[in-house]
């Protein structure tokens, strides 16, 4: 297979997009499970 230099992989920046969303949602969790338990109780 021919390496093309105009390509490349989006895999390492995916998963550093993806690690940010997992630890902004994991930081915000406690908040949401506080605003779900105040509305429903």
């Not at 390509?7 to 605003?35: E, H, K, Q, R």
């Amino acid at each position: 297979m021919a390496h093309n230099e105009h390509s490349y992989d989006n895999s390492g920046f995916f998963a550093i997009v993806m690690g940010l969303v997992v630890l902004v949602g994991m930081a915000c969790l406690p908040a949401t499970i506080g605003w779900i338990l105040t509305f429903t109780g």
